[in-house]
């Protein structure tokens, strides 16, 4: 399995851009996290989906009472206006540190193992200072399944 | 001068031929001002200082061994891995959000439960558990309530220092003081559990006054409250079952321990090894290694190995007669007289233990008024000195932020959840606070214990 065949394209997050930009372009390339650079074009860590979504919505007592909480729940009556402030949000305050990256060269099984080891759902690609793109979970499901194919 | 008793120094070959006063002094003294500067972590100086005071000589390994304290280890490792493996459960959080729905979820009533759990858990589990176990609680139910958490947390922060003040296990003061005596738990609960509930009613009609009153909530929003499902963090009812016994056992054990000739260390470790018995024995060794590793982890290691070094510092101190220097320095300014000591020792240990660790002001105090033991007739007559050292070192810690690990702990998840607690505001409240607890403490010493 050539790593190529799963790679996804995408531009970086950068110092100054807000959550809705940074949103868009995940969703309309299918990935859930972006590589971020500062203002100097520094690589400085990541900001994903799930991380602006925790830190930007879920307050940590939530989650750990997320079994017990009702079906009323007082924030929920003004959701649309917090998520228009989300989106409105600048990036740098979701910034995650660095995330181990891969270069294109390296096996699906190793970039796998990576993956597991760090319980994460996507990888950055880099070949030395050149961004290559993500790789996903799904991304790797998806080549397995033309693989199948491929056979029959 | 009240000679306490002549002390025979041991023969030590410390290091270039120097006093072995003067060096054990000088690492005792420069290893609380680290720890008190807090720049580094207290576990790695406490370790550092009692490695130092063996490879300085004062202390031989052996010698070091004898002053570690096994009851008091034991102690906290066993109810640590129980408390570990019982919050998984989630039965702290059904009860307190059970509480919180019996009052009808009304803002006052909610405080005041949540406060008078806070205390009972305080008693029986320790206070950075169960401050980790309530604040989470407090905040949603603030939050759906639209109220501001502060007078909420800082009523828990005082809660558990006084619940934990009321039994040999509720704080790590009275784990120390409970194993040098040696105390039962039931010296505890008949000696300083009585005073509690006076001081925390008072404490709570001092919140009531400053915030309780100007409570309120609306209906909508207590009704959030009610929808929550309390059931619903009950993850695993045969571990709820099996921690319960296990639990209710030890405390047994505890309350029993003199007739069955237990010391609470041996009841806490076996309590901890069958619980992770009845939560392992139908595994896989794979499975098994997994769960008995993830409890293990959840032990503060932190405070036991600062209670390793600082066993073997205040050992060295001891070892070469400073300690007794200092009870004879304590007993001059007192007079010698019981009422004097047992009130001063009171007041200083409240005073000291707002402002720095009382951990390592018990270590050093219990040798202290072991040694004023002749002047006094016997070692049998201390107790006042014990229960005054107790009450101080653990209401003590209520007179500023800072003043006890759970205080800190409330302020860092409140600040991480946007409700910052400010050490000034907090200390112009609960300072005051602090002073009246132990006023009430110096009137049930001096009429319980004194007259």
């Not at chain 2, 707002?354 to 219990?366: E, Q, Y």
């Amino acid at each position: 399995m050539k790593l190529k065949k799963i790679l996804i394209p995408t531009v970086f997050a950068r110092e100054g851009m807000k959550v809705r930009e940074v949103f868009t372009i995940c969703v309309e390339a299918g990935v859930p996290a972006l590589p971020y650079l500062n203002s100097k074009g520094e690589r400085r860590g990541f900001i994903s989906l799930s991380g602006v979504m925790q830190h930007g919505c879920l307050p940590n007592y939530m989650v750990e009472l997320a079994m017990v909480l009702g079906d009323q729940l007082s924030c929920v009556k003004d959701a649309k206006t917090k998520v228009r402030e989300l989106m409105e949000s600048p990036i740098e305050s979701y910034v995650d540190k660095p995330l181990h990256s891969i270069t294109s060269k390296t096996p699906i099984i190793k970039a796998m193992a990576i993956l597991e080891k760090f319980h994460s759902s996507f990888l950055f690609v880099f070949d030395g200072e050149e961004y290559r793109g993500v790789i996903t979970a799904q991304g790797i499901a998806q080549r397995m399944l033309e693989i199948d194919t491929e056979k029959k | 001068m009240i000679p306490v008793t002549e002390h025979t120094a041991p023969v030590m070959n410390v290091i270039f031929g120097w006093d072995p006063v003067w060096v054990a002094g000088t690492l005792f003294v420069l290893t609380y001002a680290v720890i008190m500067t807090e720049r580094v972590n207290r576990a790695i100086v406490a370790l550092l200082g009692g490695m130092l005071m063996i490879m300085s000589g004062v202390l031989n390994q052996e010698a070091a061994l004898r002053g570690e304290d096994f009851n008091t280890l034991g102690l906290l490792t066993g109810m640590m891995v129980i408390v570990a493996i019982t919050k998984r459960s989630g039965v702290f959080q059904f009860v307190a959000i059970w509480s919180a729905k019996k009052v009808g979820a009304q803002p006052w009533g909610i405080l005041l439960m949540l406060s008078l759990v806070t205390a009972i858990f305080s008693a029986l589990l320790d206070n950075v558990t169960t401050v980790l176990l309530i604040v989470p609680v407090t905040l949603l139910i603030t939050q759906e309530l639209k109220v501001t958490p502060f007078p909420f947390l800082f009523t828990e922060i005082l809660s558990s220092n006084i619940g934990g003040a009321a039994t040999l296990i509720g704080d790590p003061p009275n784990i120390m003081i409970g194993s040098a005596v040696p105390f039962s738990f039931n010296d505890f609960l008949f000696n300083l559990a009585p005073i509690i509930p006076v001081i925390l009613l008072m404490t709570l009609a001092v919140v009531w006054v400053i915030w309780g009153r100007k409570m309120h909530a609306s209906d909508e929003a207590r009704q959030n409250i009610m929808s929550f499902n309390e059931r619903n963090s009950i993850t695993d009812v045969r571990l709820l079952k099996q921690s319960l016994f296990v639990l209710t056992a030890v405390i047994s054990g505890f309350i029993f321990a003199h007739q069955l000739h237990l010391e609470p260390a041996t009841i806490a470790l076996f309590g901890a090894a069958l619980l992770l018995l009845l939560t392992n024995i139908k595994r896989s060794s794979e499975s098994q290694a997994k769960d008995v590793h993830a409890s293990f982890a959840e032990v503060e290691w932190i405070t036991i190995f600062f209670f390793v070094g600082l066993f073997i510092l205040v050992h060295g101190v001891e070892q070469v007669g400073l300690l007794e220097r200092l009870a004879n320095a304590v007993l001059d300014f007192t007079g010698g007289d019981l009422t004097n000591t047992a009130l001063m020792i009171l007041w200083i240990s409240a005073i000291f233990s707002a402002l720095v660790d009382n951990i390592p002001f018990v270590a050093t105090m219990i040798p202290v008024i072991k040694s004023m033991a002749p002047v006094f007739g016997g070692a049998e007559n201390l107790a006042p000195l014990w229960w005054s050292l107790a009450l101080g070192a653990c209401l003590g810690g209520n007179g500023s932020l800072i003043g006890a690990s759970a205080n800190l702990i409330v302020a860092g998840y409140a600040e991480q959840a946007g409700h910052p607690i400010r050490f000034v505001p907090f200390m112009l409240l609960a300072f005051p606070m602090m002073l009246m607890s132990i006023v009430i403490a110096t009137i049930y010493i001096y009429f319980r214990f004194l007259v």
